[in-house]
């Protein structure tokens, strides 16, 4: 039995996607610990029914205090365990689950692994310094670390040398794509609109206002003819991120949608994605655009950067306003076709999560 210590379960379908798939070929258990009532039973269908344990957080304020919540969840998940005897421990974050699997793996006399994601090398590592012994332990103890980016990876072997020394076995497995990516990626090259587009959350971090002022500069400035289209949010969330009273000619804003259908017709448009987040711990959005032809625009450091390699794809500081315009033009120029069908086919099919999962398996020994 495969255990896994997932504190984001009940917030990202990544999880459920990747546990899915391990439970077709071994046992999974999936420890879930949470706050919100309302979380409790999200995505609890399917191969995962009744393979789910969800645990309670009822103090609210024990977050404040990561050191107290981190040992308290490894209680809780311990005596949810209820004697069963974990094979391997799986911990899909390195702070929040990690800790957990360190101290369960010892109880058990166990392997365990983890996933170094965003969270934990732009809050964790660098917030908590009184801990880093504590992180050196998981890490050294681990027996693999998996990097869900390249570019992590990277930023820890640079900014913390001697924490990634402690690593046994670092390897790189990204997220998988959902399988209507792969099943409707591009069959062949077809001529773009001149469009650029962004689809997420409206949000600080998703810099939005670096992806308007760019295109006013390019479009207003330097006579480069475009129109940009942002979808995920409505026109007051826009404008109050981006401080701006009204919408130019050339800026259209699309409500938050499910339908794949809508989202893809948006891409198989538009010449660029762009998407230049402050943080990134993959963003699968970016290969939901390249499946349609789209050129990338990303961030340098996060996410995708490292993973993505050619002229198509592009990144920048996410502050870097003037690399950015200089990229963003260049992009548009050069892919009127869009990306080749061959970069295409080359990316999405080590993608599926059929594929990632058999990465897992494989590097844990199970299944």
Known sequence: MVVHICNNFVVSKVHYNLITKMQDHSEQLVLVP????????????GNLQGKIEYIRIYNSLIKFFPFMKVILVTLLCFFSLKGRKPKYILAHTMWSDGVCAFLLSK???????????????NVFLPKLLVYRWLISLVFENADNVIFVSVAHKRRLLKEYPNIYSKIINPVVIPNGIDDYW??????????????????????????????YNVSKDLIEKH???????????DVSEF???????????????????????????????????????????????YFEALSQGCAIMATKGEGIDGYLVGDFAKFNL????????????????SYSNGVGVEVVSEYLNNLSWDQISLNYRKLIGIG
């Open 223 to 233: 006579d480069v003819k475009f129109n940009l289209v942002l979808l995920g949010g």
């Open 239 to 285: 404008k109050d991120l981006v401080g701006v009273e009204c919408l130019p000619q050339w800026l259209s804003i699309v409500p938050k949608t499910n339908d794949n259908e809508t989202i893809c017709r948006l891409y198989r448009d538009s010449k660029v994605f762009f998407m230049p987040s402050h943080t990134e711990t993959f963003g699968l959005v």
């Open 182 to 211: 792969i099943e409707n990626k591009i069959k062949k090259e077809t001529r773009k609109i001149d469009q650029v587009c962004f689809v997420g959350k409206f949000d600080r971090n998703k810099n939005l206002d670096a992806i």
């Open 107 to 121: 109880v058990f006399n166990v392997k365990y692994s983890i996933v170094v994601r965003n969270t934990d090398i």
């Open 34 to 45: 949470y706050r919100n009532a309302n979380q409790k039973g999200n995505f609890e269908n």
């Open 318 to 333: 996410s502050k870097d306003y003037e690399s950015m315009k200089g990229n963003l033009k260049y992009l548009l120029e």
